[in-house]
């Protein structure tokens, strides 16, 4: 579900361009994110179901729910890090760019500028790692995964 929906976003942005979609892409994603985390609920919920008998520990839910959310995760990452090298390689230039434009439209300084100018140019050479790119990636929808994972085991338990 997150490969699909990271493949869906990343074609919508392809088509109508990183400017235009900077705009509504962060709550695009974010909600694309939620949506294949809701898979952590109901994992939990037919385990308990179908393999407890209707019951399960804070514990067991938990695990449960946080294997679902690192296969999320990777799955999520690994689709990223081959769009951004087949299909995005300007993106860190794209983001880069956006990122100081806004910071000159909101009236920075030059050398708040050039500190930020100098910090993107340092992330973006560690993003052509695919490990950092893609440890970097993984760490967008683990803490949304994470709370998912803990909520859904404290409203799922049963004794």
Do not use: H
Not at 25 to 32: A, D, I, P, Q
Request: net charge positive.
């Amino acid at each position: 579900m997150s490969s699909i929906l990271m493949l869906i976003v990343s074609s919508i942005m392809k088509v109508i361009g990183f400017q235009k979609f900077a705009e509504y892409g962060v709550w695009v994603g974010f909600t694309c994110i939620i949506l294949s985390l809701v898979l952590v609920f109901f994992g939990i919920k037919t385990y308990r179901d179908e393999q407890g008998g209707g019951q399960i520990t804070f514990g067991r839910a938990f695990q449960i729910g946080i294997l679902v959310t690192v296969i999320s995760c990777v799955c999520y990452s690994l689709t990223w890090v081959v769009c951004y090298y087949n299909f995005f390689p300007n993106f860190m230039d794209d983001f880069g760019a956006y990122q100081l434009q806004k910071l000159k439209e909101s009236g920075e300084s030059a050398a708040e500028i050039a500190k930020q100018t100098t910090e993107m140019n340092r992330t973006k050479e560690l993003y052509q790692n695919p490990f950092y790119n893609f440890a970097v990636t993984f760490m967008e929808p683990f803490p949304v995964g994470l709370l998912m994972t803990t909520v859904s085991a404290l409203v799922l338990k049963k004794r």
